[in-house]
């Protein structure tokens, strides 16, 4: 049909293509465990820290796109002397995404409590998940569910 376009074929059916989506999918579950970066995300904003420093704790925070909600985050550490090493922001509609790297020491040597300072962070108004990467990858996830802590 002289109406007719001709599209070279993308093989996107082939078996080698489902090989490497399905390796690319498993890449990108596993950079999620272990490090809180998200790529190829349909309904989260790309976001991605270098590696974290040797005995720095990763805490990734999913709240409400709206304002104030970076400084809350920020407080939760600050009020307790936490120094906060490196950190990223990114939204995409109503949901924002953190990735924050924090040093473990506190002001006067001792250590933080995690489990107490994921639920301070996680009961917070606007505050929808936090995960703390530390140890076991996958472990650590939180949740406010209308005002009811879920781990």
């Known amino acids: 049909n002289k109406n007719a376009i001709l599209l070279p074929h993308l093989g996107a059916s ?4 489902e090989e490497t989506a399905a390796a690319m ?3 990108t ?4 465990l272990e490090h809180g970066t998200i790529v190829n995300s349909v309904n989260f904003p790309a976001a ?3 590696e974290r420093q040797k005995g720095s704790i990763r805490f ?4 409400k796109n709206v304002p104030g ?3 809350t985050i920020s407080d939760v550490f600050a009020k307790h002397s936490i120094n906060i090493l490196q950190q990223i922001n990114v939204s995409r509609g109503d949901v924002a995404y953190n990735v924050i790297d924090i040093d473990p020491a506190i002001a006067d040597g001792e250590s933080v409590n995690l489990k107490d300072l994921q639920k301070e962070l996680t009961m917070h108004m606007g505050v929808l998940s936090s995960r703390i990467i530390f140890g076991q990858a996958g472990a650590g996830y939180a949740r406010n569910v209308d005002g009811e802590y879920f781990v």
């Open 14 to 17: 082939t078996e080698e293509a």
């Open 25 to 27: 999918a498993a890449d």
């Open 29 to 32: 579950i596993q950079s999620y």
């Open 48 to 50: 991605a820290l270098p």
């Open 60 to 63: 990734t925070v999913v709240n």
């Open 69 to 71: 909600m970076l400084a």
